[in-house]
């Protein structure tokens, strides 16, 4: 059987034609004739409890759910933090899934035999657990967190080969993009503070719902720790938990079988600082070059009065320049969004305005679309310049969704 | 009844009516499975009735709380293995793309019924999955990928 007999360069076009005519005709089945359907009354109303409803009390969302959030550096149950580089850089990786934690190694001239770390690169890798992946042929892919709250390091293996798929955007629009083919697998180290403040479930929580969520697998040894294992969904995602010292460690492995699961948490080892550290990606853009790279991101960028770019320069932390442009752009797109939420509060419809087409120049921004192959950041800029172009939320037919939902969540943009 | 709690009653059995089917529908799609769709869309509305009054588009947040239920019921389920899917329309092509959904991890499939089936732009599905805009369309890029990938 071919029912998509697809050659041609409308593949996706065509497919998703061939998906809605499926799903159309498959709903097409059930009707009002159906037995048991038609007589179905509004007879439960009032009389059953969901467990899954959009309300406040919300029960926290399932372990692999939590899971994958938290592979994302995206904490769940409670609101990130706000305004921190951390989780402004969390909120990118969330948003990218491809982003990448830069670390400052700092390289004086003529010193290239030796790497002198940031000081506070340092300190994590003194405080937080030290663990590597050395099975062959595993290499790190990204560091989505590096902090002393919590970490994410994944590693992946597999096909690397980047293949160009085409689908449909949210407007409709096809969209070209490369994506990773299917047979690369990964492979996360997550440290958790038991106290951390961002809301990332701790170990206790995170082995509570597993627990009640998962199926439990026989205990691993990992790294000297006796490891808790569970397998939580049908499609081959495998979970270890232990505690070590102030810390929850989680590894999780989106790979092939319960067999390369274990192959690779035994072959995680415990190094030292430097050894870790070196194993990491480092940064690209260095401090000196840090004051030409944001000028050279703003330049095409309208700035509001008063905005001043400095602290942009002087601030430490990450580095890396998609990260570097997610800071530059989103403490422009945050003032322009506070101008325009103020202004329009207060009827100043010149200063309204102003933000509004300021914000509208952002599809044009280059550092955004230098960033967009990269990930979803340049996106959320850009949902949120619309918003506020359509009078402050965008509504696609199902409800509108205010700017601030962009701009807040997607952007960390201050809700006050 | 009060008067108030009346035109509240009237209101959402005017929906219950109006949108049950096409819920139920929506409910199967994520499913595959009849009698938990004719469920899933009672205990939407049972969840609805309590905070009517609050929810000023009844639609997404009927649809919300079925997804939700259909995600949860599925990860309850996931030590049995999954059934092989029955043809349900005795096109061909039609079954077995039908199939090869039903085979798709449960949130690619979610993805993929709620932009090709209720037609929904991704910022919308990824607020409806409370989930980023970005992970949704991976989730979709993947959920094509294998598609046509098996589909070929």
């Given at each position: 059987m071919n029912p998509l007999d697809i050659m041609n360069d409308d593949l996706d076009a065509e497919l998703a034609t061939h998906l809605r005519r499926t799903l159309r005709a498959v709903a097409g089945?059930?009707?009002?004739?159906e037995p048991g359907d038609a007589?179905?009354?509004?007879?439960r109303v009032g009389s059953s409890s969901p467990t899954?409803?959009?309300?406040?009390?919300?029960?926290?969302?399932?372990a692999a759910q939590r899971w994958r959030r938290a592979r994302r550096g995206r904490p769940s149950g409670r609101s990130p933090r706000r305004a921190g580089l951390r989780v402004r850089i969390a909120v990118a990786g969330a948003a990218a899934a491809v982003a990448l934690v830069g670390l400052i190694l700092i390289q004086p001239p003529g010193t290239d035999d030796q790497r002198a770390w940031a000081a506070d690169v340092v300190e994590v890798a003194r405080v937080a657990p030290r663990l590597l992946?050395?099975?062959?042929?595993?290499?790190?892919?990204?560091?989505?967190e590096f902090d002393l709250e919590h970490g994410e390091i994944t590693w992946a293996t597999g096909d690397p080969t980047r293949v160009t798929s085409t689908s449909l955007d949210a407007s409709g629009e096809l969209a070209v993009e490369e994506v990773s083919t299917p047979g690369q697998r990964e492979f996360t180290i997550v440290w958790t503070a038991d106290?951390?403040?961002?809301g990332y479930p701790t170990y206790a929580e995170e082995l509570a719902q597993l627990s009640e969520r998962a199926e439990r697998l026989p205990d691993m040894t990992i790294a000297g720790h006796e490891a808790a294992v569970f397998q939580t969904d049908p499609s081959p995602i495998v979970i270890a938990l232990w505690k070590e010292g102030d810390y929850g460690i989680g590894i999780g492995g989106d790979v092939a079988d319960l067999d390369e699961f274990r192959d690779v948490a035994a072959s995680i080892e415990v190094v030292d600082v430097d050894t870790w550290l070196s194993a990491l990606p480092p940064d690209v853009v260095r401090p000196a070059d840090r004051a030409d790279t944001v000028d050279e991101m703003l330049a095409d960028i309208p700035l509001p009065a008063g905005f001043d770019p400095s602290s942009l320069v002087s601030e430490g932390g990450a580095s890396e320049p998609y990260h570097l442009g997610a800071r530059v752009t989103g403490a422009v797109a945050c003032a322009w969004f506070d101008q325009w939420k103020a202004a329009t509060a207060a009827g100043d419809t010149a200063a309204a305005d102003e933000a509004v087409q300021a914000m509208a120049t952002s599809h044009d921004w280059a550092v955004l679309h230098e960033m967009e192959a990269e990930g979803g950041w340049s996106e959320v800029v850009w949902e949120v310049a619309d918003a506020m172009a359509e009078g402050g939320t965008i509504d696609n037919g199902a409800g509108p969704v205010p700017a601030a939902d962009f701009a807040v969540a997607g952007l960390g943009c201050s809700n006050s | 009844m009060s008067r108030a709690n009346a035109a509240q009653r009237s209101d959402i059995e005017d929906v219950y009516s109006a949108e049950r089917l096409g819920l139920v529908r929506l409910a199967f799609l994520l499913t595959g499975e009849r009698d938990l769709s004719e469920d899933l869309v009672q205990t939407a509305f049972a969840a609805a009735q309590g905070r009517w009054a609050d929810i000023d588009d009844p639609l997404p947040y009927l649809r919300r709380v079925i997804v939700n239920q259909a995600n949860e019921t599925h990860r309850q389920r996931y030590r049995h293995p999954p059934e092989e899917p029955e043809p349900v329309t005795h096109q061909p092509d039609i079954d077995e793309t039908w199939a090869e959904l039903l085979r798709l991890p449960v949130r690619q499939r979610a993805v993929v019924v709620l932009r090709?089936?209720?037609?929904?732009p991704l910022t919308e599905i990824a607020r409806l999955l409370d989930r980023p805009a970005a992970t949704v369309r991976s989730d979709l890029h993947r959920a094509l990928d294998t598609l046509r990938r098996i589909l070929r």
């Open positions: 089945t059930i009707d009002d004739a007589a179905a009354p509004l007879a899954s409803s959009p309300s406040d009390d919300e029960p926290p969302p399932p992946v050395t099975a062959d042929g595993w290499t790190v892919e990204r560091v989505d106290d951390n403040e961002a | 090709f089936y209720e037609d929904l």
